[in-house]
């Protein structure tokens, strides 16, 4: 999964992040992380605290990790 998230769009993979079951959300986040930027932080961070599947908030959780900036630790 990680190279075919790899290959997507930043939009595409804010999609897949948004819409399906929650392991292909979680799926997206821990491989298309990378694709994003620092303006989606917020969303990353809204998952963690907010999102109803601990399986997303625990992949989003791990994708600040792939974040290099400080609102993303902080």
Do not use: C, K, M, Y
């Not at 292909?24 to 303006?39: F, K, P, Q, T, V």
Request: charged share 20%.
């Amino acid at each position: 999964l990680r190279t075919a998230f790899l290959a997507l769009s930043a939009r595409d993979v804010l999609q897949a992040i948004g819409t399906g079951p929650p392991p292909a959300r979680a799926a997206a986040l821990r491989h298309g992380a990378a694709r994003l930027n620092a303006a989606h932080l917020p969303l990353i961070l809204r998952l963690v605290e907010d999102d109803p599947e601990v399986v997303v908030q625990t992949a989003a959780l791990r994708a600040l990790g792939q974040f290099g900036e400080p609102a993303a630790v902080e």
